[in-house]
């Protein structure tokens, strides 16, 4: 038996105890003192230990994990999204079904109020394009549309959205971004990309209707999102995308006691000079709330064939991508930020902007580092072997997202051809190259399901069945680490989060199985008995 030096006021028994140490330890009991762990061991030992008047949690012979972290997702954006249309495929089929949602829409909006819908995939869709304004205004004459292509990197709006909008064939693309427009008439067609998309869909329309919500209607939309994470067993997220209107949100939940996952944010690059000027580094706040890295966009996504590649995609746009930032400018920002003490995550998918990447950050670091700072690269899908070299020798760490094989994998296929496609987010050779692997959804990209992570982690096979590079696979094991201590090194949290040991925090995911210990098929299907945040039940299957 462990044992710590606190009372114990709550116990967790009947279950079996995972710990995910360096030992590997299994026990049958935990003590739990506050919001902390003061003791491990059997059932029997720690119950003697505990004396009467001790609360009792039974586990219900459930196995009991570290709680498990998604160390990139957009819960935000994802509250923000809950009342919208959900487009993503196989309910989706064709263009039709979602002009069919959209009617269907309007006739529960009053004229004039804006109808958001997300997670559509144009090569899921019999026609293999993008729905565009010439679709959409037919059945929205009198309501703005914003439809969220699942990679958030694009987007759809329909006519009465661009007027509102004043995007005409006046309107130029901003750097990194694309408008596609009409060959014939030079109008718009609706579809955005990348910076366009940016700037409209989170800069302007996001930020206003979040800053136009009452404070009790903006705590509802964050706790109903919370409470989503939490019933899949989330105890820790971190918010990729934060504006100090997000910080606000969080700010107001936590204060009304009604966070149930505890959040490290990303500030966007653009709000970073505030940040700085106020004092304040990656690590400022409390256990629920705290200011992470600083966060860079380098290319477009991999989804919407916008991430910076070195050779062309084999499919519409059949192009290079996008570079969102001058490789100069990124090295500048990356030097800046650096130098003020905060953590760096870069968006980056393609290589030949993780090239870029290399270079900003071997500015700062050397060939070689300890990377103190902990720098880290959000998705790095096309991290080759030459990149991954690099990377491991300055010691980046990565942030990446395996449920993408089930949801998005055809998609990398058709977009890279077998054999690159099979080279795509690396995973098994960024763990033997030493590189610090943080597992999460990225969601609403894709479902915040971590069971989804974990399956595409081990399984990495696409929706029609194809596994994609079968050499990357990992153990459902390291799939384990990749949500628990992969996720807690990257936001500085290993000595209190990722394992369950005495002085870590008491934040538990209960499942009613070994993962390990199940066909890795069924695993989707694993019911969540308990999730637990600091010693408190915040769900309960």
């Known amino acids: 038996m462990q044992k710590g030096q606190a009372c114990i006021d709550k116990l967790f028994i009947n279950g079996r105890i995972e710990t995910l140490d360096q030992n590997q330890t299994v026990c049958q009991a935990i003590g739990v003192s506050g919001d902390r762990i003061v003791t491990l061991g059997s059932e029997r030992e720690l119950r003697k230990l505990a004396g009467s008047g001790v609360e009792m949690v039974d586990l219900e012979g459930g196995v009991l994990f570290p709680g498990l972290i998604d160390s990139h997702t957009h819960l935000m954006i994802y509250a923000y999204l809950l009342d919208g249309l959900d487009l993503a495929p196989p309910r989706v089929k064709k263009i039709n079904d979602i002009v069919i949602s959209i009617k269907k829409a309007v006739e529960k909006h009053q004229p004039g109020e804006w109808i958001r819908g997300s997670r559509f995939v144009e090569y899921s869709l019999s026609e293999n394009r993008y729905p565009t304004r010439y679709d959409l205004d037919p059945v929205s004459p009198d309501n703005p549309v914003i439809l969220y292509h699942t990679s958030f990197h694009a987007c759809v709006l329909n006519g009465v959205a661009m007027s509102q909008l004043g995007l005409n064939k006046e309107t130029p693309a901003p750097m990194g971004g694309v408008i596609e427009k009409d060959p014939e008439t030079g109008d718009p067609t609706g579809v955005l990309h990348d910076a366009a998309m940016n700037e409209i869909a989170f800069n302007r329309l996001f930020v206003r209707d979040l800053e136009s919500m009452t404070t009790e209607a903006r705590v509802e939309m964050c706790s109903q999102a919370m409470t989503k994470f939490a019933e899949v067993g989330i105890v820790a997220v971190a918010d990729a995308l934060v504006m100090p209107v997000c910080l606000s949100i969080y700010q107001e939940t936590l204060s009304a006691g009604k966070a149930k996952v505890r959040v490290y944010t990303m500030p966007e690059l653009t709000f970073s000079d505030s940040l700085i000027a106020s004092g304040v580094k990656t690590g400022f706040g409390n256990d629920m709330l705290k200011i992470g890295p600083i966060k860079i966009f380098v290319d477009g996504g991999m989804s919407n064939r916008m991430a910076a590649v070195k050779t062309p995609y084999r499919c519409k746009p059949y192009g290079h991508g996008l570079k969102v930032m001058p490789k100069d400018d990124l090295i500048a920002a990356v030097k800046r930020i650096h130098k003020h003490g905060f953590q760096i995550a870069v968006h980056c998918q393609g290589d030949a902007a993780l090239s870029d990447v290399m270079d900003a950050f071997e500015a700062v670091l050397g060939p070689k580092s300890e990377n103190r700072l902990r720098h880290r690269i959000e998705h790095a899908g096309c991290l080759y072997n030459d990149l991954l070299k690099r990377a491991a020798a300055m010691n980046i760490y990565v942030s990446s997202q395996p449920v993408f094989f089930s949801f998005l994998g055809d998609g990398f296929v058709e977009a890279f051809g077998e054999v690159t496609a099979d080279k795509l987010y690396p995973f098994k050779s960024m763990l033997q190259a030493g590189i610090r ?105």
Not at 439 to 463: I, M, Q
Not at 498 to 526: N, Q, S
Request: glycine fraction near 12%.
């Open 437 to 541: 692997l943080g597992g999460s959804s990225d969601c609403p990209v894709s479902l915040h399901d971590p069971r989804l992570g974990l399956a595409g982690a081990v399984l990495r096979k696409s929706s029609s069945g194809r596994i994609i590079g079968p050499q990357e696979r990992l153990t459902m094991d390291d799939a384990l680490h990749m949500f628990t201590t992969g996720s807690a090194w990257l936001s500085f949290e290993e000595k209190i989060a990722g394992t369950v040991e005495i002085g870590k925090r008491a934040d538990f995911t209960v499942f009613a199985a070994d993962p390990r210990h199940i066909p890795i098929e069924d695993l989707p299907d694993l019911a969540v008995k308990m999730t637990v945040l600091g010693g408190e039940c915040t769900y309960r299957g």
